[in-house]
């Protein structure tokens, strides 16, 4: 199972939406909230050029936000990214 990392902010619609659909996945994942440590906001942005959330990594290849998510979804390729990721569920 790949590692899954969801930068986000727990009053972000987007954010929750896009962890919903992980767990519907039965994807494990770490959640980093941004939203009062500025530190890990900067590494966040760091690693992918963006500043809004959610920002997904799968297997350490940035996925995009909420958006980009659902669009490989709905292509298919996300059950791919994700390598069956197990029954487990994110905290």
Do not use: W
Request: with cysteine; net charge negative; glycine share 10%.
């Amino acid at each position: 199972m790949p590692d899954v990392i969801v930068y986000m902010k727990a009053m972000c619609p987007y954010s929750r939406q896009a962890m919903a659909l992980l767990r519907e996945k039965g994807c494990a994942f770490q959640k980093v909230d941004v939203a009062n440590d500025e530190q890990r906001r900067e590494e966040m942005m760091e690693r992918c050029g963006r500043h809004t959330v959610p920002q997904i990594f799968i297997a350490g290849r940035h996925i995009g936000g909420c958006d980009d998510l659902y669009a490989l979804e709905e292509c298919g390729e996300l059950d791919a990214l994700l390598g069956g990721a197990g029954a487990s569920t994110a905290p």
